[in-house]
Structure formats: structure tokens, C-alpha cells
């Protein structure tokens, strides 16, 4: 692997007072179908790399894939307290190829999820749900739509191996098109 760059030389994330998850879904979407996102040549790379010993036309393993490997390749950390960063897919992709490990946020995770399944040819949403009171959001996931059956895959590496028992607690959500 190549080392990494220089701080000065790291590609941009966004770094913005949290004003809510309304601020920060609308900041995701433009960085997943912006230029550092689904239309990044190095994330279509990473993306080939993913499914390239897959059956073709095996859309729920090119998905469960995507999911399997960011699970695998970027670690979860928590965002500062009063501060939102968002980390473009493009960063995202760069740290997994120069240091084998990716570091992100809930947000991180899913927006970089989502551009995968995007360059997929999938569709893709983020979901904002709450674990306590409604209309409180604290936690952001990604899914896709599997083409053949019309299922929406609920795609949460935060969650770990029972995104099922996460989506019980769920006390409110919010469905956001990525567009």
C-alpha cells in the first residue's frame, strides 16, 4: 500500500455545527451523487473490487457484499459532540485502499453504503430513526432495493450482526430518496 498523504493533501469533509438531521441528510445527498461520490472513479474501482468474484446478475449478494465490506473495512467512531462531519465516499474509499481501514460515523457509513449500492445501478435511501422519543433522530442507516424482488435490504454495519433486534427499538424514522 501507498502511504498515506499529508493531512494538508486529504481530500475535503464537510465540518458544520450540527443543526440536525434535516442539514446533514441534504449534505449526504449531494455528496453521494456529486463528483466525489457516485461519480468518483475511485469508488467505482473500490466497487468493482467488491463484486468482482460475484455470479453476475446476483443483485442481493452485490448488496449484502457492499454491506459485508464496509462492516469489515471501516470502523465506526462516534462524531464530536456539537460538531456534524461528513466524510465524502471518495475520503472514505481513499483510507480503505491506502490503509486497508476506514474511520466513520453512523453518517459516514451509510452515505458511503448508499454510493456503492448507487454504482450498483441500486436504489438507495437513508433512513433516520430515533430510539426514544418521536420525531428525535440519533442514528442514520442506508438501504437498497433489490431489484428482483422489490425488497428494500436494510444496510447497518453499525448495528452489527442483528440489524433486526436495532430496527425493534425503533421508536421513530424518517425515509429520505437519495436524489
Same mark, same amino acid.
Request: net charge neutral; with cysteine; hydrophobic share 35%.
Given at each position: 500500500?501507498?502511504?498515506?498523504?499529508?493531512?494538508?493533501?486529504?481530500?475535503?469533509?464537510?465540518?458544520?455545527?450540527?443543526?440536525?438531521?434535516?442539514?446533514?441528510?441534504?449534505?449526504?445527498?449531494?455528496?453521494?451523487?456529486?463528483?466525489?461520490?457516485?461519480?468518483?472513479?475511485?469508488?467505482?474501482?473500490?466497487?468493482?473490487?467488491?463484486?468482482?468474484?460475484?455470479?453476475?446478475?446476483?443483485?442481493?449478494?452485490?448488496?449484502?457484499?457492499?454491506?459485508?465490506?464496509?462492516?469489515?473495512?471501516?470502523?465506526?467512531?462516534?462524531?464530536?459532540?456539537?460538531?456534524?462531519?461528513?466524510? $465524502?465516499?471518495?475520503? &472514505?474509499?481513499?483510507?480503505?485502499?491506502?490503509?486497508?481501514?476506514?474511520?466513520?460515523?453512523?453518517?459516514?457509513?451509510?452515505?458511503?453504503?448508499?454510493?456503492?449500492?448507487?454504482?450498483?445501478?441500486?436504489?438507495?435511501?437513508?433512513?433516520?430513526?430515533?430510539?426514544?422519543?418521536?420525531?428525535?433522530? &440519533?442514528?442514520?442507516?442506508?438501504?437498497?432495493?433489490?431489484?428482483?424482488?422489490?425488497?428494500?435490504?436494510?444496510?447497518?454495519?453499525?448495528?452489527?450482526?442483528?440489524?433486526?433486534?436495532?430496527?425493534?427499538?425503533?421508536?421513530?424514522?424518517?425515509?429520505? $430518496?437519495?436524489?
Amino acid at each position: 500500500m501507498a502511504a498515506a498523504p499529508p493531512i494538508a493533501d486529504a481530500p475535503p469533509s464537510t465540518l458544520n455545527p450540527f443543526h440536525g438531521p434535516e442539514d446533514t441528510i441534504r449534505t449526504m445527498i449531494q455528496m453521494c451523487i456529486g463528483p466525489r461520490g457516485e461519480r468518483s472513479m475511485l469508488v467505482h474501482s473500490l466497487k468493482n473490487h467488491i463484486v468482482r468474484g460475484l455470479q453476475p446478475k446476483d443483485y442481493l449478494s452485490e448488496i449484502l457484499a457492499v454491506r459485508n465490506f464496509a462492516a469489515e473495512r471501516i470502523r465506526y467512531s462516534n462524531d464530536a459532540l456539537t460538531v456534524e462531519q461528513v466524510q $465524502d465516499p471518495e475520503r &472514505s474509499s481513499q483510507q480503505i485502499v491506502q490503509h486497508g481501514r476506514a474511520v466513520g460515523d453512523c453518517d459516514d457509513l451509510a452515505l458511503w453504503i448508499a454510493t456503492i449500492c448507487r454504482q450498483l445501478g441500486r436504489e438507495a435511501q437513508f433512513v433516520t430513526v430515533g430510539f426514544g422519543p418521536p420525531g428525535r433522530y &440519533s442514528h442514520v442507516f442506508s438501504r437498497a432495493k433489490e431489484p428482483k424482488s422489490g425488497q428494500w435490504i436494510v444496510l447497518d454495519p453499525v448495528a452489527g450482526s442483528d440489524e433486526g433486534t436495532m430496527l425493534r427499538r425503533v421508536t421513530t424514522y424518517r425515509i429520505w $430518496d437519495i436524489r
